[in-house]
């Protein structure tokens, strides 16, 4: 509807090999490659969104270095303004239901989904 407001939800972090719960709403996975030893199934991911994940390239380069991850955040927010329909469309998404962000990262300190949750936040990662 014209001059609704669109409810905003909250944007939970998971990591794939953690156990989906009910409170997980819409289950996304943000990784490029699929997690290691995890059956479709047993992942319960609705949605596999491949594009909005980091490229190789910045991945590699990162490495999950700590040390590296706040300029890893300027970075990969730096390719994601390059496209703007990926983020529009995880946008409408998260406008619409609540979501969880699935990630296979070792680390839930430091890994590209809370650049991504903080992006969609309109918050700093």
Not at 18 to 36: E, K, N, S
Not at 84 to 112: F, G, M, S, W
Request: charged share 30%.
């Amino acid at each position: 509807m014209a001059g609704t407001r669109q409810r905003k939800h909250e944007i939970l972090l998971k990591r794939a090999y953690d156990a989906p719960t009910d409170d997980d709403g819409f289950r996304i996975l943000v990784d490029r490659l699929w997690p290691r030893g995890l059956t479709r199934l047993d992942a319960h991911i609705d949605l596999w969104f491949k594009d909005i994940a980091p490229s190789s390239q910045l991945r590699s380069w990162f490495g999950h270095d700590a040390d590296r991850f706040a300029e890893f955040g300027h970075r990969y927010r730096a390719e994601l303004a390059q496209r703007p329909q990926d983020v529009a469309r995880l946008r409408e998404i998260v406008a619409e239901k609540p979501v969880t962000l699935v990630y296979a990262a070792k680390d839930p300190a430091c890994n590209h989904a809370l650049v991504l949750q903080a992006l969609l936040a309109d918050k700093a990662a």
